[in-house]
């Protein structure tokens, strides 16, 4: 079935260093979702992107989707405590969503 | 206040009895799911129901089993059969269709002794 890889598994950053997560699958894609989960919490969505070369931006956080729907990354400018956790990408399959492996997000201060 | 709830939040049972979580949601979401998560892997689907009295399996049914009496609630029973059930359980819903978000209850996690 299909399949979504994330990359990295872990990161670890030094505060208001930079960090990316890559989402990549081998089949086109009708759209990609990102969540959070902070530790010991639960995933919490934080957008949505449709449209091939979709860039769209909340603060620190730039979400890219690729011109070919088949990869997605999230940027984070400038890392802080409070981004601490793990980043999921996500699709729609059919009646179902995908996720992917996530990467976890430590941030040292 | 919408949302989606999950009790309980840590819950113990001994091995061999069946245990039943609960999660209901007030969102007036059709579709339902429920995902099995182990300590620092991502999310796998356990069962989804898209309509009252309808649900089909996921990724790792085997084990457990649910029902979709009502359309707020999305009860999963852990049974005997599922052979490594100690995870920890997330319920989430959404609208019925491709460009819908999911909404995640807090998790219940489970552990058998």
């Known amino acids: 079935g299909q399949q979504v890889m994330q990359i990295p598994q872990y990161q670890h950053v030094q505060e208001g260093e930079d960090f990316t997560t890559y989402c990549n699958s081998s089949?086109?894609?009708?759209?990609i979702q990102w969540y959070k989960q902070r530790p010991g919490g639960h995933p919490v969505f934080l957008i949505q992107?449709?449209?091939?070369?979709e860039v769209k931006k909340q603060k620190r956080l730039t979400f890219q989707f690729g011109e070919a729907k088949k990869n997605s990354s999230l940027h984070i400018t400038a890392t802080q405590t409070t981004d601490v956790g793990t980043y999921f990408c996500s699709f729609s399959g059919t009646y179902k969503y995908i996720f992917g492996t996530g990467t976890r997000l430590k941030v040292l201060a | 206040d919408g949302g989606i709830t999950q009790s309980p939040k840590y819950l113990f049972r001994k091995e061999g009895q069946n245990v039943t979580l609960s999660c209901e949601q007030n969102?007036?979401?059709?579709?339902m799911y429920w995902y099995r998560q182990d300590p620092g892997q991502g999310l796998r689907l356990i069962y989804y129901?898209?309509?009252?009295?309808?649900?089909q399996k996921g990724d790792i049914a085997e084990g457990y089993s649910v029902s979709r009496e009502k359309k707020e609630s999305f009860p999963l029973t852990v049974t005997s059969a599922q052979k490594n059930p100690t995870a920890f359980y997330l319920c989430?819903?959404?609208?019925?269709?491709?460009?819908?978000?999911?909404?995640f209850g807090p998790g219940t996690r489970l552990t058998v002794l």
């Open positions: 969102l007036n979401h059709d579709a």
């Open positions: 989430a819903s959404s609208g019925v269709g491709s460009t819908n978000e999911q909404f």
């Open positions: 129901s898209q309509i009252v009295n309808d649900f």
């Open positions: 089949t086109t894609l009708s759209n």
């Open positions: 992107l449709v449209k091939s070369g």
